[in-house]
Nanobody, 126 residues
Framework: QVQLVESGGGLVQAGGSLRVTCAAS????????MGWFRQAPGKEREFVAA????????RYADSVRGRFTASRDNAKNTMYLQMNSLKPEDTAVYYC???????????????????WGQGSQVTVSS
C-alpha cells in the first residue's frame, strides 16, 4: 500500500506561484509512475501532469504546459508540482496519484492510477 499526502496549496493572486508537494509513505516511489490531477467545483477531475518512475517520460495538459513543472525526488519519496503564472481558472483541488503498472511511461489517464492523495486546495484570485 502507498499513502500519498499533498501539501503546499493555498491562496495566491493571479500571476503568482505555488508549489504543491506529494509525500509518499508505505513504499518507495522509484518503481511508481506519478500524476497530478485537479478538480474544480462542478467539474470532472482532469489531468494536469504526469511523470514516469525514472523521470524521463513526462506529460502535461495543454492548459498548463509552459507554466507548470512536475518533478520528483525518489530519494525523498516526494513529487512536486511547481505552478507559475497562475490563473483564476487554475483554482481547484489538486490530487497526486501513483501506480506501479508500466511505470516507465507517464500516463494522463486517471483510471490507470491506483493510489490517490486526499487533495490540496489551490485558489487563485483575480
Amino acid at each position: 500500500q502507498v499513502q500519498l499526502v499533498e501539501s503546499g496549496g493555498g491562496l495566491v493572486q493571479a500571476g503568482g506561484s505555488l508549489r504543491v508537494t506529494c509525500a509518499a509513505s508505505g513504499r518507495t516511489l522509484n518503481s511508481y509512475r506519478m500524476g497530478w490531477f485537479r478538480q474544480a467545483p462542478g467539474k470532472e477531475r482532469e489531468f494536469v501532469a504526469a511523470i514516469s518512475s525514472g523521470g524521463l517520460s513526462m506529460r502535461y495538459a495543454d492548459s498548463v504546459r509552459g507554466r507548470f513543472t512536475a518533478s520528483r525526488d525518489n530519494a525523498k519519496n516526494t513529487m512536486y508540482l511547481q505552478m507559475n503564472s497562475l490563473k483564476p481558472e487554475d483554482t481547484a483541488v489538486y490530487y497526486c496519484a501513483a501506480d506501479q503498472s508500466r511505470a516507465w511511461v507517464a500516463s494522463s489517464a486517471p483510471h490507470e492510477y491506483t493510489y490517490w492523495g486526499q487533495g490540496s486546495q489551490v485558489t487563485v484570485s483575480s
